[in-house]
């Protein structure tokens, strides 16, 4: 009887404990809580200054911090009302010193960044209506710079000059791709001299109306038009090849001041040209040889500044 009356009153002891404890025993320990969250706190305005420093901070050392924090704020914001009002300053005073340093701002979220990616510069956090958005990433203040555009195309406008045996000036421009170093180019030379005729004679000095007598003055006049294909094989050297319209012609002077084509010492045709490339830094220079319908050979060089 006497060991059914222990057991009755060890179960009635059981059921009543919960109640004749005392209410403070059952509350969270706010400090203990509001010390984590002050020391998660100061770790991500270290993290700040570190990046203010030109340190490099990577995401994944932010994360576990906004995480924790999020956790602790939700915690907060379901039970607030068990704490005292002592321990709400304390909160409030933590969270303003948080965000009191940097100007709000929209960030991005953690969820879409690579964690490999590495994040620098000035820290700052972003605020909803009821406090910290801890889903976002502590935000940079200078922004992060995009790569730079990567150059496509290699552009090169050069001077150009016939040298031997006549004298003509130009202009070329190319173009390249700026990976692969193939590319092409347009070119125009002449001398500008005037090609105009009143008649034409041959080299021994026979004409349609007889034998023509000089007046010993002569002119060579020079057109070439061209386009072709170019490659820049490794940092310096390239070489190029041309094809286009040239067009060559010798005039004789008579002695009444009439000027005659000489037809068997000029030709209109197909032009053929090659030469070497040597780039120079921003300078590249060219040399080569052109032809005039397989008659005309010509030296010519050029020099032109890379873009």
Same mark, same amino acid.
């Given at each position: 009887?006497n060991?059914?009356?222990?057991?009755?009153?060890?179960?009635?002891?059981?059921?009543?404990?919960?109640?004749l404890?005392?209410?403070k025993?059952?509350e969270k320990?706010w400090d203990?809580?509001l010390d984590r969250?002050e *020391?998660?706190?100061n770790?991500?305005?270290?993290l700040?200054?570190?990046?203010?420093s030109?340190?490099?901070i990577k995401s &994944?050392q932010i994360a576990p911090?906004?995480?924790d924090?999020r956790?602790?704020?939700?915690?907060?914001?379901?039970e607030e009302?068990?704490?005292s009002n002592?321990?709400?300053?304390?909160f #409030?005073?933590?969270?303003?010193s948080y965000?009191?340093?940097?100007k709000?701002?929209?960030?991005p979220s953690?969820?879409?960044l690579?964690t490999g990616k590495?994040?620098?510069g000035p820290?700052?956090?972003m605020e909803t209506q009821? !406090?910290?958005?801890?889903?976002s990433i502590?935000?940079l203040? #200078?922004?992060?710079?995009?790569?730079p555009r990567q150059?496509?195309?290699?552009f090169v406008?050069?001077y150009?000059?016939?040298i031997v045996?006549?004298l003509?000036?130009?202009?070329s421009l190319?173009?390249?791709? *700026?990976?692969?170093?193939w590319? &092409?180019?347009v070119?125009?030379?002449?001398n500008f001299?005037?090609?105009?005729?009143?008649y034409s004679?041959l080299?021994?000095?026979?004409?349609?109306? !007889?034998t023509?007598?000089?007046?010993?003055r002569d002119?060579?006049s020079?057109?070439?038009?061209?386009?072709?294909?170019?490659k820049?094989?490794?940092?310096y050297? !390239?070489?190029?090849?041309?094809?286009?319209?040239?067009?060559?012609t010798?005039?004789w002077e008579?002695i009444?001041?009439?000027?005659?084509?000489?037809?068997?010492?000029?030709q209109?045709?197909?032009?053929l040209?090659g030469g070497?490339?040597?780039?120079? &830094?921003p300078v590249e220079i060219?040399?080569g040889?052109?032809g005039t319908?397989?008659?005309f050979t010509?030296?010519e060089?050029?020099i032109?500044i890379?873009f």
């Amino acid at each position: 009887m006497n060991f059914k009356k222990i057991i009755f009153r060890a179960v009635l002891l059981l059921f009543t404990l919960p109640f004749l404890v005392p209410a403070k025993a059952q509350e969270k320990d706010w400090d203990r809580i509001l010390d984590r969250y002050e *020391h998660l706190c100061n770790e991500c305005i270290d993290l700040k200054i570190k990046a203010q420093s030109g340190m490099k901070i990577k995401s &994944g050392q932010i994360a576990p911090l906004l995480t924790d924090i999020r956790e602790i704020r939700i915690q907060i914001s379901q039970e607030e009302s068990s704490m005292s009002n002592l321990q709400k300053a304390r909160f #409030e005073r933590i969270r303003r010193s948080y965000t009191s340093g940097s100007k709000l701002a929209s960030c991005p979220s953690i969820d879409s960044l690579d964690t490999g990616k590495i994040i620098a510069g000035p820290v700052k956090a972003m605020e909803t209506q009821d !406090g910290i958005n801890y889903k976002s990433i502590i935000y940079l203040h #200078e922004t992060v710079p995009s790569p730079p555009r990567q150059k496509k195309i290699d552009f090169v406008v050069s001077y150009c000059m016939g040298i031997v045996p006549n004298l003509s000036y130009g202009a070329s421009l190319a173009l390249s791709d *700026h990976r692969t170093h193939w590319g &092409g180019y347009v070119r125009f030379r002449s001398n500008f001299i005037s090609s105009g005729s009143e008649y034409s004679c041959l080299s021994d000095g026979s004409a349609s109306s !007889g034998t023509i007598w000089t007046s010993g003055r002569d002119r060579i006049s020079i057109t070439r038009i061209s386009v072709g294909g170019r490659k820049v094989f490794g940092k310096y050297f !390239g070489l190029y090849l041309g094809t286009g319209w040239s067009r060559q012609t010798t005039l004789w002077e008579d002695i009444s001041g009439k000027w005659a084509k000489v037809m068997d010492w000029s030709q209109d045709g197909v032009l053929l040209e090659g030469g070497a490339i040597l780039d120079i &830094g921003p300078v590249e220079i060219h040399a080569g040889v052109s032809g005039t319908a397989f008659r005309f050979t010509e030296m010519e060089i050029g020099i032109g500044i890379l873009f």
